[in-house]
């Protein structure tokens, strides 16, 4: 195949070569030659399929046109499609994505900022682990383009995108309890990521407004180490209470998946002797024998207003930090019962 | 906490601090210092969780110490599964990594080889994609250290690490003859990738072996990027033959999560109306109601021999391909019926 030049499009568009380049690597610049006419360029390159020349371009701008990506973990599909979606995103916008999984160790973390830094990106999307609060704020400090996506640190005023994890969680148990359950349990993750902490508020007020509060709490932490032994302590002491859940409302995925595992080994019928909501979504949640009613997270919106802030810091050189926080979507399936 | 520092590795070992940068910076050459002591030091550095200083190695020995990879794509949890492995087998031997993800794209994939060599990094592993051929054999006439991992071109000679897939199907189209099915379908991609074309080999050595070959082929082939639909038409005439396939192989989790997601929706029960059998394991084949059975591919031992064939490239600057082709399991559940 051979490969597209910049000639091309401008032949194709009746332009100069010149002004396809400015189009096409200019972008804060497109409103001096008219919206209309940047639009219909950057549509005929992407109609060839035109791969820009990454080195050629660097050198004029002393850009490298790479975005690092460092996720939390990236054998967990929540983490393996938003680094898709920011990839896809950057693509759209001619930017390389590399990245790195910190798996949720504050110094592989450390590395991986540094070794990033290192090799040049022009700005990184981070879902932070916990204890990186000082990695990010030494970010900050260094003025390096950077935006945080599904975690945040409420104390250090940076650019993030997040959900309304607070709401979607007292969505999800106003459903169980719509549904007639009154011995609502939730396994969450014993941490200071505030993202956690919001689904387990959002848990804990729903249950308080509903005058459901137990005197002893049905709230569980697994240690992300320990997940699997955790998960088992945890679901035995809610099923052989005095007064067993009736219903449990996991705060992740892997939360749901490890659990409704060992729920199967127990013989534990869904919805009947216990009804299941969970956050994100997943093919394992879709094929199990009751569907499971889950959280859905706008991945794709939030990977891509993850590029478009970190793009507004590195070509508009915007210097506010952007927070953005997203509606979810309570998907109802089986899981809890007829509805 | 305070950085362990090679000092403190030393005075726990009792030996000079020298002799401790010595071990950890020069494998190669640790037969000099005798393995034990080596093993101690090495050792006592994991303990304290020694983080060595990247820069610091890197001007000494003109290394950076990270290694690129390249997956398929990163929403695949098989190929999340192998970069976590790659991880943890490069950490453990100071090696950080960044990777990318070639979405199955020939161009993306020219472009991440680029962005990764661009970036220092030490050598590759690359799951490639199709087409890529020239790609590969271009980093061979350049000397680039690197590692195929999954995927391979027989008529290549460069160093891969891959399974046997001819006898994996095989085997497992073999266990569903033993289960008395006789209308064996499978669906695969449509690709000159050799890895499913061995194991769409081994499915129809399988059947002939057992005198079961259809007039009228069983195998179908989906499109990478239709594969829903691909899917649907497969399956739809696979059931509605004249004589309708009473079991399916799957060449991938991909395939076999869309594919079950579909029969689903169609009301057939496994194993009693279609029994079925998967490359690849996942949680989704975990939690369905009929545990799916798989062929379970030694994913941790393909991710450490491809980091150490790689790195003994890097370190030792070995120049024979080293090709290692491993077994797989057959993990036998209920959707194949009683055994």
Redesign the interface.
């Known amino acids: 195949m051979k490969k597209v030049s910049l000639k091309d499009i401008a032949t194709e568009a009746g332009v100069s070569t010149a002004l396809v380049s400015y189009v096409l690597t200019n972008k804060e610049k497109e409103a001096r030659i008219g919206k209309e006419m940047a639009e219909k360029i950057r549509e005929i390159a992407r109609k060839l399929?035109y791969?820009p020349n990454?080195?050629a371009r660097s050198l004029k701008s002393g850009r490298s046109y790479?975005i690092?990506l460092i996720v939390a973990?990236?054998?967990?599909?929540f983490?393996?499609?938003i680094?898709?979606t920011i990839?896809?995103e950057a693509?759209r916008n001619n930017y390389?994505?590399?990245?790195?999984?910190s798996?949720e160790n504050v110094?592989?973390s450390?590395?991986?900022i540094?070794?990033?830094l290192?090799?040049?990106v022009d700005g990184l999307i981070i879902t932070p682990t916990e204890g990186s609060e000082q990695q990010i704020a030494q970010l900050k400090t260094m003025n390096v383009p950077f935006v945080l996506i599904d975690r945040y640190f409420p104390e250090i005023p940076v650019s993030y995108i997040t959900i309304n994890n607070y709401q979607s969680a007292y969505d999800a148990v106003s459903h169980l309890i719509k549904m007639g359950k009154k011995q609502i349990g939730m396994v969450a993750y014993k941490t200071s990521l505030q993202h956690i902490n919001e689904r387990k508020r959002g848990y804990h007020e729903a249950l308080r407004d509903h005058d459901l509060l137990p005197k002893n709490s049905l709230l569980k932490l697994a240690r992300y180490a320990h997940l699997k032994e955790d998960l088992k302590t945890a679901i035995d002491q809610l099923r052989n209470a005095k007064k067993p859940a009736d219903a449990l409302f996991f705060a992740t995925n892997t939360l749901a998946?490890e659990g409704?595992?060992y729920i199967?080994t127990l013989g534990i019928r869904v919805p009947e002797d216990l009804a299941i909501v969970t956050f994100d979504e997943?093919?394992?949640?879709?094929?199990?024998?009751s569907p499971v009613t889950f959280v859905r997270q706008p991945i794709m919106d939030m990977g891509k207003a993850a590029v478009r802030v970190l793009l507004d810091q590195i070509i508009a050189a915007k210097k506010e930090t952007a927070v953005i926080c997203m509606d979810t979507e309570l998907v109802i399936r089986k899981s809890c019962g007829n509805h």
Chains 1, 2 share one sequence.
């Open positions: 399929n791969q990454h080195i790479t690092g973990d990236i054998s967990n599909p983490f393996g499609n680094a898709r990839e896809d693509k390389t994505v590399i990245f790195g999984s798996d110094d592989k450390r590395d991986l540094s070794v990033l290192n090799r040049q998946i409704l595992k199967n997943g093919e394992a949640l879709d094929l199990f024998y």
